[in-house]
């Protein structure tokens, strides 16, 4: 915090001196107590990116490089054309500080942010996912505490909306332990034509605000400023910052707004998020590159005395912004009234380009209109961490256990064993669109009602990869997301990302951040998949420990799928079928679970990127999908090679006969093989008729491709093949050790 004096009083602000300094120097005066707050929520981190702004730079060309980039960058959701007069709207956010100080509302009302930024598009919200992150849970009550409301606070908020929770992904991992992260996803489905009657943000002199949606109260306020610093500078008195949503409320604000914009009427629309009221008004207005007049005693307050500071500043959710034509102001007021929403009438713009508020008669608030919106930003300087050497040198250690001792320990380990805990207390069905349901496909798969087409989405990074190398980490997180829709039949379209950080100001914190930044935009452009929209949380660390959580660039992949027969799922189908494994394994064992879960360890050589066969191996598989020589897909990702074919054998329990006889580099040793986690790669199941089809058309595509073996009715993995020693697994002790471990640990 720093301390500044305001008209002879001392005052306590986020914002530096310096900016402090700026906003005087901006306004040729002091600002009102109202006006400093305004500067100072938005000028935040959370709100303005001033550190992250100049590095997220080179994603902002979306819409100019790809013709079915819709809305790119900037934008409160990316959106794309998936083409037959669809549009898809999808975004991802972060609600980490509120989690960690109040887990069920912080996560809830993470939920309802992220649904009103898909609303601002204009298309209706269909699906929800949410990547999470925690200390681990084995003897850790407070971790066990944060998952167990995090986990209801999302399913409960979703549920009642009924939204589908549809996917998503959770590590545990001692670097969270103080900073657990809560990211949320949205996707949007509407026509082409309701993304062009969404709101333009081009607005004329007259045209009516209006606020609409639940009261506002002293919940919230300060939410953006507390999550633009870290945790251990927050006491008991940060509580308050946290907001409490409404689910029901929500339900019907998503209804009435829909049919408001469908209207034609609604020129600009902002929900009340971070900043709240400030933000909405400020951005409505910089944007739109115009005035307003806005009246505070105008606001529907649930508590009384609320002075001007605390409506401006007030985060309580369920509320939007919407600037109307005058000539629909009362047709959109009476879809209002038809849902029983709350509204009023709280201003109108007007081309003066400065926004003012009133409190009564007293104008508490008189700025440029783009003064809150356009903050300074930084030039944070950066250093990679002098400890990564040490780290990335280390060996993998010598193991005197049995390949079966250890793959058993891996498959019931926290960041391997199944989810169901958490996706059993979703309604990932509800809305009739669910075809892929969790646990059955590496992503989740919504059909588009009265087409033949289908959307994957996935979400998810490796946050151990990225920590020892946050370059070839990220693009690794690409890979991966890529392939788990690519698994499922789709291609994929667009990506949108959430970086989780340290603080920026500190240089080994930074470096982490621009890194990824870069690794996610090199591989994008390689591959030609269009970057769309973020978001950034930073201050992602421990003061007193002086740590920080993994380095985690959150990616979300949505892909497109034509023709029900063309989707693709986990589970091996059939006794007698060949598997086969693509791509190329490599030693890379670093950041693996395997030198997590069997040595304790975090370093040595982590999995690296070569697009060039990435694209390749994708290109072969799409050519075997076309001609539908495909049963089964899965991709190859934590634990390694077995742990991924355990987990194709557990719906059907079916067992496989493995000969990895010539089936990689001579100079791996076992352990390296089995266990690497080298990105890219995946195992299929098709009919042995197909064989020698398949090997002919790999020839055109250049890539790694081994039979390794046959699906089997005993349900048996029995692995032959290997330098050292043979094996055989139980399936049906795997399925037990697979599905009991969260139970287990959530005994609370």
């Not at 769309?532 to 007193?544: A, I, L, P, R, T």
Request: proline share 4%; net charge negative; charged share 25%.
């Amino acid at each position: 915090m720093t301390n500044v004096k305001l008209n002879g009083k001392e005052a306590n602000i986020e914002m530096t001196e310096g900016e402090f300094e700026k906003v005087k120097e901006l306004l040729g005066r002091e600002p009102s107590i109202t006006e400093l707050g305004a500067f100072d929520v938005m000028w935040s981190e959370h709100c303005s990116y001033k550190s992250s702004r100049p590095k997220l730079r080179i994603f902002e060309d979306a819409e100019a490089n790809y013709d079915y980039v819709l809305a790119g960058p900037g934008q409160d959701a990316g959106v794309i054309d998936i083409g037959d007069g669809y549009a898809l709207a999808f975004r991802i956010e972060s609600h980490n500080h509120p989690s960690a100080i109040e887990p069920y509302h912080g996560a809830a009302t993470g939920i309802g942010g992220i649904i009103r930024d898909i609303l601002c598009m204009g298309v209706r919200p269909i699906a929800l996912l949410d990547p999470l992150r925690f200390g681990r849970l084995k003897n850790n009550p407070h971790s066990q505490l944060l998952f167990k409301y995090v986990v209801k606070g999302i399913a409960d908020y979703g549920n009642c909306t009924g939204i589908p929770t549809i996917g998503g992904e959770v590590e545990f991992d001692d670097s969270f332990e103080s900073n657990c992260l809560v990211n949320v996803a949205c996707i949007g489905l509407g026509t082409i034509d309701d993304f062009k009657h969404a709101p333009s943000r081009a607005y004329n002199p007259g045209d009516y605000v209006v606020l609409m949606g639940g009261s506002t109260g002293r919940d919230g306020i300060h939410g953006v400023t507390f999550a633009s610093r870290t945790l251990t500078e927050m006491s008991e008195a940060d509580r308050p910052a946290v907001q409490i949503g409404d689910p029901f409320t929500k339900k019907m604000i998503i209804e009435a707004t829909l049919e408001a914009v469908k209207t034609g009427f609604v020129r600009g629309l902002k929900d009340l998020g971070g900043g709240g009221l400030t933000c909405a008004t400020s951005e409505l207005t910089g944007d739109g590159n115009t005035g307003a007049k806005v009246d505070l005693r105008k606001v529907f307050t649930r508590e009384p005395g609320m002075n001007s500071y605390e409506i401006m500043l007030s985060e309580s959710q369920e509320r939007m912004t919407f600037i109307i034509k005058p000539e629909g102001l009362e047709t959109v007021l009476d879809i209002f009234r038809k849902y029983e929403m709350s509204f009023a009438v709280i201003g109108r713009t007007d081309d003066s380009k400065v926004l003012k508020v009133f409190d009564d008669d007293n104008l508490v608030v008189n700025l440029p209109s783009k003064a809150l919106s356009e903050s300074p930003t930084f030039k944070r300087q950066e250093k990679r961490p002098l400890y990564l050497d040490e780290l990335l040198s280390q060996k993998t250690p010598e193991s005197n256990q049995r390949f079966e001792e250890i793959i058993y320990k891996l498959i019931a380990s926290e960041n391997i064993c199944s989810k169901e805990w958490v996706y059993r207390q979703y309604d990932h069905e509800v809305g009739v669109r669910s075809v892929v349901k969790c646990g059955e496909g590496d992503s989740g798969v919504l059909r588009i009602i009265g087409t033949d087409k289908f959307i994957a989405a996935s979400v998810g990074v490796n946050s151990k990869h990225c920590f020892l190398d946050p370059y070839e980490g990220a693009k690794g997180g690409l890979v991966e997301e890529c392939s788990n829709v690519i698994a499922n039949g789709a291609k994929p379209l667009a990506m949108v990302n959430c970086c989780n950080f340290g603080n920026p100001e500190i240089p080994e914190s930074f470096w982490y951040f621009s890194n990824s930044v870069d690794g996610m935009n090199d591989f994008c452009r390689k591959l030609r998949i269009p970057i769309v929209g973020g978001n950034v949380s930073f201050y992602n660390e421990d003061e007193v420990k002086k740590t920080a959580i993994k380095a985690t660039p959150m990616i979300m992949i949505v892909g497109l799928i034509r023709g029900k027969e063309n989707i693709i799922t986990l589970p091996f189908k059939k006794a007698g079928h060949d598997i086969f494994l693509i791509g190329e394994t490599k030693a890379e064992l670093g950041g693996s679970e395997f030198h997590s879960v069997i040595f304790n360890i975090e370093g040595g050589i982590p999995p690296k990127v070569d697009e060039k066969k990435i694209k390749a191996t994708w290109d072969f598989l799409f050519e075997l999908y076309k001609r539908s020589l495909v049963k089964a897909n899965h991709d190859i990702n934590k634990g390694g090679i077995i742990i991924s074919i355990a987990e194709m054998c557990f719906n059907q329990k079916l067992g496989a006969d493995l000969d990895f006889s010539n089936c990689y580099n001579k100079d791996l040793r076992d352990d390296e093989f089995l266990f690497s986690e080298s990105v890219g790669r995946f195992i299929i199941e098709t009919d042995p008729k197909d064989y020698n089809s398949i090997l002919e058309i790999s020839k055109d595509f250049d890539i790694e491709l081994y039979k390794i073996g046959k699906t089997v009715a005993n349900p048996e993995i029995n692995i032959r093949g290997l330098k050292s020693q043979s094996s055989t697994l139980y399936v049906e002790k795997m399925k037990e050790l697979f599905d009991s471990t969260i139970p287990n640990l959530m005994e609370i």
